[in-house]
């Protein structure tokens, strides 16, 4: 047996089973998910300045000392933190829903970071296929017929 026939051997045994269609399915659902995600964390933030400043104006409206100004601005924040909070929550559990582990490394498919890094980290495993920590193939041998 040379060197061909064992890469080749080992490129079948490889493969995760699964196909390039799924991995990119799962790329997408992130991508679009992880919008929805940054939507509601900017919401959050534009909310929590609206009560904040909506709180100071009534506030100026009743005549209330400027002494409420920082507790305004303290929920003002607050809101805004659970926001951000929330976010990062359900990000967590979304990335740990559709996590697609490599076979033989265990790298995931989808890591923390920056959503926009991470889904093209696993736009370049849907395209060359491989892990990029290991190399073994994340996807099953195409038949030819497949396609």
């Not at 490394?105 to 923390?112: G, K, R, T, V």
Request: charged share 20%.
């Amino acid at each position: 047996m040379n060197a061909s026939d064992v890469s080749a051997t080992s490129s079948s045994i490889d493969a995760v089973g699964i196909s390039r269609e799924d991995l990119a399915s799962v790329v997408a659902v992130y991508k679009r998910e992880s919008e929805r995600l940054n939507s509601l964390g900017a919401l959050g933030m534009l909310g929590g300045v609206v009560v904040g400043v909506t709180l100071i104006g009534i506030g100026q409206l009743f005549g209330l000392a400027d002494d409420w100004n920082p507790f305004f601005m303290l929920i003002m924040y607050a809101i805004g933190a659970t926001a951000l909070g929330l976010e990062r929550v359900y990000r967590r559990r979304m990335v740990e829903r559709i996590q697609m582990p490599c076979a033989f490394c265990h790298a995931p498919l989808i890591s923390s970071g920056s959503p926009t890094r991470v889904a093209s980290r696993a736009e370049i495993i849907v395209a060359t296929g491989c892990c990029s920590s290991c190399g073994h193939s994340f996807i099953a041998r195409e038949q030819p017929g497949d396609r």
